[in-house]
């Protein structure tokens, strides 16, 4: 079983920045890529952001191209997410999720909310 614990939501104004943190623990050794994933009210969840374990590919939502950067440390078993030039519209909750080949786990997510 894997758990994943996320920190770092809150209210900042637009422009501002945030950094995300998902630390997993655990049975972590199967696990090969994580990632963002966010929900805004009456919206479906939509994938931010992805990391792979071992390479550090990434890859991003358009929206989020240029202003988020994901990056991980597998020494702490932590993946961040670098928040910067945040604008209302990114307001949801940000959940971490971790994959295995045959299932993936989910955070409980964190509030992050743009608003002057």
């Known amino acids: 079983q894997v758990k994943l614990v996320e920190s770092g939501g809150g209210l900042v104004q637009p422009g501002g920045s945030l950094r995300l943190s998902c630390t997993a623990s655990g049975f972590i050794s199967g696990i090969y890529g994580m990632s963002w994933y966010r929900q805004a009210p009456g919206k479906e969840r939509e994938l931010v952001a992805g990391i792979i374990r071992s390479s550090g590919s990434t890859n991003y939502a358009d929206s989020v191209k240029g202003r988020f950067t994901i990056s991980r440390d597998n020494l702490k078993n932590t993946v961040y997410l670098q928040m910067n030039s945040l604008k209302p519209e990114d307001t949801a909750v940000y959940y971490c999720?971790?994959?295995?080949?045959?299932?993936?786990?989910w955070g409980q997510g964190t509030q992050v909310t743009v608003s002057s």
């Open positions: 999720k971790a994959d295995e080949p045959r299932r993936g786990y």
